[in-house]
């Protein structure tokens, strides 16, 4: 089994910062991908939104509303991501959740997906 767990939430002003971190622990054989979704109350559907991603080939995206704004990395030997936030603003306030697919030690080629349970980000003054 693998578990995602996220940290680093919590309450700050707009233009501040945070860094989110996810721990992968578990049977994991290599992290093929991690991504950071967040869910937000305004959202159409109230759906997760993809934030940021970065591949095992190192190649990361953005969305719009994160882009210029947010840094995602990794650590790879440690299986460990970041999400690093700056310029933060109100409509950045939601649940982020940390999302991989992994390859683990017991699937051969196919990557399985997993979700953490989320951090809370709340920017308000």
């Known amino acids: 089994q693998v578990q995602l767990v996220e940290s680093g939430g919590g309450l700050v002003q707009p233009g501040g910062s945070l860094r989110l971190s996810c721990t992968a622990s578990?049977?994991?054989?290599?992290?093929?991908?991690m991504n950071w979704y967040r869910q937000r109350p305004q959202a159409p559907g109230n759906k997760r939104e993809l934030?940021?991603?970065?591949?095992?080939?190192?190649?990361?995206y953005y969305d719009d509303s994160g882009r210029g704004r947010f840094v995602i990395s990794t650590e790879i030997a440690k299986n460990m991501g970041y999400l690093q936030m700056n310029s933060l603003k109100p409509d950045d306030t939601a649940v982020y959740y940390c999302?991989?697919?992994?390859?683990?030690?017991?699937?051969?080629?196919?990557?399985?997906?997993?979700w953490g349970r989320g951090t809370q980000v709340t920017v308000s003054s």
């Open positions: 934030v940021a991603a970065i591949f095992n080939n190192g190649g990361t």
């Open positions: 999302n991989a697919d992994i390859y683990t030690l017991t699937t051969e080629s196919r990557a399985l997906n997993y």
């Open positions: 578990g049977n994991i054989r290599e992290i093929k991908a």
